[in-house]
């Protein structure tokens, strides 16, 4: 397998990197520190799912969430959609308070 470069023509899809083909597919060639950055981000953003998604199920399993909506629950773990500014008087609880308010242990 041979990696041919192609000139680096800004694209929607890979920005101003270097795009490369490998065994029919497409990669972009990007800096090391972009790479480890991305990567970084990756993995917190896959450790706060996992902790959403622990503390819905912990939700779920006291019932607390049974007549909430999904905005309120969203609300309640602090993921509410990509909205760009809290409205005035608006609050998020965090996690730790989360599990305060329903006895969670750490």
């Known amino acids: 397998m041979s990696a041919e470069p192609t ?5 929607a899809d ?3 990197y270097e795009t490369i083909h490998l065994g029919g597919q ?3 060639v ?3 520190a972009d790479f480890a950055r991305w990567r970084a981000l ?4 896959e450790e706060a799912e996992a902790t959403v998604g622990e503390l819905l199920d912990a939700l779920e399993d006291t019932g607390v969430t049974g007549g909430l909506s999904d905005e309120q629950v969203q609300r309640l773990l602090g993921v509410l959609g990509a909205r760009p500014a809290r409205r005035p008087g608006e609050t998020y609880l965090t996690t730790e308070e989360v599990r305060q308010q329903l006895g969670l242990p750490r």
């Open 30 to 32: 990007v800096p090391m």
């Open 14 to 16: 890979t920005g101003p």
């Open 26 to 28: 497409a990669a972009a």
């Open 7 to 11: 000139p680096p023509v800004p694209s």
């Open 42 to 45: 990756k993995h917190r953003a």
